[in-house]
């Protein structure tokens, strides 16, 4: 190693020099460059020869790569929680944990591939297209007025209490009543 101030320095002093070289984050830098180089070697096997854990079809891989991601999130998000776990936290952990399982349990319960259906040359999907587009415009149409409506009967014309008046239209609009002048605070 190279000599500092006159002494020299082994390796192990070297690397604890290194910016954020505490033992913890150190153990997590080599824990992911050994999980990188495992999932490298094994892209390597899989292009070689198909791994007995791989599945042949595209759908069995799809399931796979979904518990790969899934799993490590959910236990990620139970481990950085249970430190500081309170009762607050259980139904919101819970919840999502046993969301985790019911998407565990479809995945490996649902059966496989199905041959796909043959349609018959007779049948037009004209008409079902038409009709889908025009419900779509229509309930996209209608969805504005019925949510204002329902939103109104429920609360009524009284503005939210935390929030005081905010009207964009209408004769009482926030740049009639109050408008911003130019050289003034913003507020």
Known sequence: MEAVRGETRSWRAWVTTLPSADSHQRSRLSGSAVAAAAVWLLCLVQLRRPLAVVPPCWLGRSQLLELLVLWPMVLGNIAKVLPAFTEQRLLTEGTIFVCAVVVTLLLLIVPGETPPRVVSEGCSLRSLAIR??????????????????????????????????????????NWRTKPILKGSPHR
Do not use: I, K, Q
Request: hydrophobic letters at 60%; a neutral charge.
């Open 132 to 173: 889908s587009v025009l419900g779509l415009a229509l309930a996209a149409a209608a969805a504005p007025a019925v949510e204002t409506a329902l939103v109104r009967a429920v609360y009524g014309t009284a503005a939210a209490g935390h929030a005081g008046a905010n009207f964009r239209f209408g004769p009482d609009a």
